[in-house]
């Protein structure tokens, strides 16, 4: 069975989301049609974009009688939002850096990567820097982080 978490809840509103039937329209056309049988549910508004499905339901229904008429038909299982899996956004741009410095890594044949990008690019705007006069704090700054990128316990040991 698969499992759906509350995203957002207020009196007469439940929005669930169903991670792993994300774009599945056939599955949320069908879970819509059997969730307007539930007693007391009024709208189903499913979302396959998004996985999300948006039950509006009268006063005297509570959210946790809804989950009970999923779970005995075995439409889905709700779980806490804590046990969502949340993903911050550190760790999506991560990805998407990490993915970058392979791709980099692989079209240049291992020659660069993005490290050392980012080591010419802070040095590259040191040295601007410098030239412009600007010695002690932007072009020294710079220097110093690109120094840090290729570690500085490696400059002078060979």
């Known amino acids: 069975m698969v499992s759906a978490f509350v995203i957002h809840e207020l009196p007469g509103r439940l929005r669930l989301r169903i991670p792993e039937k994300r774009s599945d329209a056939v599955f949320f056309a069908d879970l819509a049609e059997r969730l307007t049988q539930c007693p007391g549910v009024t709208r189903v508004a499913p979302n396959a974009l998004t996985g999300s499905v948006l039950l509006l339901h009268s ?15 075995a439409l889905f299982s709700v779980k806490p939002v804590s046990a969502a899996p949340v993903r ?5 741009a ?11 890594n692989s079209v240049s044949g291992g020659l660069v990567d993005l490290q050392s990008v980012f080591f010419l690019l802070l040095l590259g705007l040191a040295v601007h820097q410098a030239r412009r006069g600007q ?3 932007p072009a020294v ?8 990128l290729v570690g500085a316990d490696k400059i002078g040991k060979h």
């Open 141 to 148: 700054s710079l220097l110093w982080e690109a120094i840090g």
């Open 94 to 104: 991560s990805e998407g850096l990490d993915a970058f410095d392979r791709s980099l």
């Open 135 to 137: 010695l002690l704090v």
């Open 88 to 92: 911050t956004l550190g760790q999506h």
């Open 59 to 73: 006063s005297e229904t509570r959210a946790v009688d809804v989950a009970k008429y999923a779970e005995q038909s």
